[in-house]
């Protein structure tokens, strides 16, 4: 992969440096996710809610860690970008990364779904997410 510029042709610096410029956002909410993350939910939120349920606290640690994937994948592409190397194709996975956490995190939090949904939503994934890793561990 040559710098700004792989397979033939060269991106538009404009273009490139406006992406730079947006991508720099990247980082900033990666770290504000994790304060928040810390900060732990409201008393009065939803996230509270979900929390009274047994195992409800787990639809907020998914959505968390869906968003802050998601998020990563931005802070890549950005640090791409910075150092002088915009993917011929490649960016296109970082951006659906990113798609893919931030849904995930949408469809988990979901505030027109109750609690007790949200809750179950949380507990399917962390269920699949255990299913896969032992897939991945038996494989391995």
Known sequence: MAPNGSYGGTQDPQITARLAEILAQAPLLFDRLGDTARAGASPES????????????????????????????LVVWHRLLTSGVQPYAAHMTLIRGAMEGAVTCRWLIDPRADS?????????????????????????
């Open 46 to 73: 939803e996230a509270a809610k979900d929390a009274s349920f047994p195992l409800g606290h787990h639809a907020r640690i998914m959505a968390i860690d869906h968003l802050s994937t998601g998020i990563e994948h």
């Open 116 to 140: 007790a949904d949200r809750v179950r939503r949380g507990v399917a994934l962390l269920l699949e997410d255990y299913g896969n890793r032992r897939d991945f561990e038996r494989d391995l």
